[in-house]
T-cell receptor, first 113, second 114 residues
Framework: DQQVKQNSPSLSVQEGRISILNCDYTNSMFDYFLWYKKYPAEGPTFLISISSIKDKNEDGRFTVFLNKSAKHLSLHIVPSQPGDSAVYFC????????????FGKGTLLTVNP | DAGVIQSPRHEVTEMGQEVTLRCKPI?????LFWYRQTMMRGLELLIY????????DSGMPEDRFSAKMPNASFSTLKIQPSEPRDSAVYFC????????????FGQGTRLTVV
């Protein structure tokens, strides 16, 4: 039973355009959400997060949007760069157990020059 | 800082053998995690230590798996006996306890059990 779902295994965009990666969750106890990025042969690295009390968080080219009623979050990358090509994991933690990350299976983003 | 250091990077072993994976967390971090990544199940938390004490081992799949953290700078994950279905990439991660969600991951150990 996957509690965090990334339904698109891959996404391809042109350099300079917007990349939108989507994530859905089922557990209503989740109250903190994160995106991690992973390059081949490396471990995941933290990218950006959002608390359930917010609906948007921005950090440079990266913006995460949270729609609690739809149990949906998305990561926007504008403008996309070839160096952004990586696997992006959505993750969530429940109230009271902020160490307990539940990850989606990831979306491979390819940014073409 | 060198980041989280895992060894070995790759391990190939025969079914039934004991396997030990090693991790050195970032100095000053007091939380340590072991994760497993497989195609079928993705990234799963196996065990969480805080200040060297195991807090949550509910993700450890079977009694064949054990983890220790004898001090703040070293942890091991042991599989005995190993089975082909244990083949996966195992990640160690560390964090500051008040920022547990923003964990720093090592490069992982790719384990193949034949």
């Amino acid at each position: 039973d996957q509690q965090v779902k990334q339904n698109s295994p891959s996404l391809s965009v042109q350099e300079g355009r917007i990349s939108i990666l989507n994530c859905d969750y089922t557990n209503s106890m989740f109250d903190y959400f994160l995106w991690y990025k992973k390059y081949p042969a490396e471990g995941p690295t933290f990218l950006i997060s959002i608390s359930s009390i917010k609906d948007k968080n921005e950090d440079g080219r990266f913006t995460v949007f949270l729609n609690k009623s739809a149990k949906h979050l998305s990561l926007h990358i504008v403008p996309s760069q070839p160096g952004d090509s990586a696997v992006y994991f959505c993750a969530a933690t429940p109230r009271g157990s902020n160490y307990k990350l539940t990850f989606g299976k990831g979306t491979l983003l390819t940014v073409n020059p | 800082d060198a980041g989280v250091i895992q060894s070995p990077r790759h391990e190939v072993t025969e079914m039934g053998q004991e396997v030990t994976l090693r991790c050195k967390p970032i100095s000053g971090h007091n939380s340590l995690f072991w994760y497993r990544q497989t195609m079928m199940r993705g990234l799963e938390l196996l065990i969480y230590f805080n200040n060297n004490v195991p807090i949550d081992d509910s993700g450890m799949p079977e009694d064949r798996f054990s983890a220790k953290m004898p001090n703040a700078s070293f942890s091991t994950l042991k599989i005995q006996p190993s089975e082909p279905r244990d083949s996966a990439v195992y990640f160690c991660a560390s964090s500051l306890a008040d920022r547990d969600t923003e964990a720093f991951f090592g490069q992982g150990t790719r384990l193949t059990v034949v």
